[in-house]
């Protein structure tokens, strides 16, 4: 297998690049790595430097993405770089619909990078942004995303990286090597989604115990139990569909 680093940002000898060059380092032979650092690419709609880009965009198999967290949202080089490949990435039908392209069922790993402390990143969402345009352009391009990866507290830390963290992209990187199924995480899904409905359940039906009054008749017992119950699932939806990421 052929993994790819792409950096976008600005500080090439910065904490991201390093914290992706970790991993990268990890990979176990036989396979093979290789760094693109977009700032070194002139990234414009059209010419040959993009054909070249596409070209190894190809032959990887997995990307890993690598973004320091600005005004929390991605770097501006990894912005131009997701906007010109665009076309690429992905096709549109005559009725505006945006479909996989050429590199659908392809791998990606996410690694990003904040000044907040991993403490108050958690509640304050610094690298939610982030992550999510990374994701929702690599899931428009129909590729799958193996996990991701946070260094917050770079502002106290310009360069020097946490041994947990390095230790954490190395076990990543050491993964990265291994053949990985187009959706490995259905029956995850289906578990995950089971354990949210039990755990729904349970703390709706706890409710109606200490509210006596919700259940003083078939129909307010029923209507209390529908309406707690969707307030608790799409809270904890929300959390896990929108919010959540290894924010730490």
């Known amino acids: ?62 990307w890993v993405l690598a973004s320091p967290t600005y005004f929390s949202t991605i770097a501006g080089q990894m912005k131009q770089f997701l906007d010109v490949m665009r076309p690429r990435l992905v096709r ?3 009725a505006g619909d945006t479909l996989p392209g050429q590199y659908k069922d392809k791998h990606y790993l996410s ?10 990143n958690t509640f304050t969402h610094q690298t939610d942004q982030t992550f999510r345009t990374l994701d929702k352009a690599m899931t428009a391009a129909g590729l799958h995303k ?24 190395q076990r990543i990187g050491g993964k990265l090597g291994t053949k990985t199924r187009k959706d490995d995480e259905t029956l995850k899904r289906y578990l995950l989604l089971f354990m949210m409905i039990a755990v729904m359940a349970l703390a709706t039906m706890g409710i109606q115990l200490v509210l006596p009054v919700l259940t003083s008749n078939f129909w307010w017992r029923y209507i209390s139990f529908v309406l ?21």
């Open 1 to 62: 297998m052929h993994i790819l680093g792409i950096f976008g940002g600005q500080a090439a000898d910065g904490a991201t690049m390093t914290l992706m060059k970790t991993v990268l380092a990890a990979v176990p032979e036989p396979n093979t790595t290789e760094i693109i650092d977009l700032n070194d690419w002139q990234l414009r709609p059209q010419g040959r430097e993009l054909d070249a880009l596409e070209a190894k965009l190809a032959a990887a198999d997995v």
């Open 92 to 94: 549109m039908t005559q």
């Open 111 to 120: 690694i990003s990078s904040c000044f907040a402390s991993g403490l108050e």
């Open 146 to 169: 193996i996990t991701e990866l946070v260094l917050p507290n770079t502002w106290a830390n310009h360069t020097d990286i946490p041994t947990t963290k390095l230790a954490q992209a």
């Open 228 to 248: 707690i119950f969707f307030v608790l699932l799409a809270c904890l939806l929300h959390y896990f569909t929108f919010v959540r990421h290894k924010r730490r």
